[in-house]
C-alpha cells in the first residue's frame, strides 16, 4: 500500500518481491503468489506500460482515503445490483 499516486518505479519494486519469494520463499505446492499495489491514485495508461510483460498477477488499483458520502455509496450499489440482474 503507498500513500500517493502510483509511479511506475512500483511495479518494478512489487515484481522483486513477488520474484523472491517464488525463487526463495514458495513451497511446490504453493499456487504463484499475487502482487496486489495500492495506491490513491493512477493513471490508467502508466499502469498499463509499467506493468506489460510483467508477471499477470500484478494488480494496481486505486483506494481511497475516506469513504464517500453515503448517497454516493447508496447509489453505486443500486447501479451494480441492475447489472447483476
Known sequence: MKVGSFEHFQT???NTYLNYFKQKVKQTDDQPPVGILL???????????????????LFVSK?????????????????EMKQMV
Do not use: C, R, S, W
Open 12 to 14: 518494478a519494486q512489487l
Open 39 to 57: 495506491v490513491t491514485d493512477k493513471n490508467q495508461a502508466l499502469v498499463e506500460f509499467a506493468t506489460a510483460g510483467m508477471d499477470n498477477q
Open 63 to 79: 483506494y481511497l482515503l475516506q469513504l464517500p458520502p453515503k448517497e454516493h455509496l447508496k447509489k453505486f450499489i443500486e447501479e
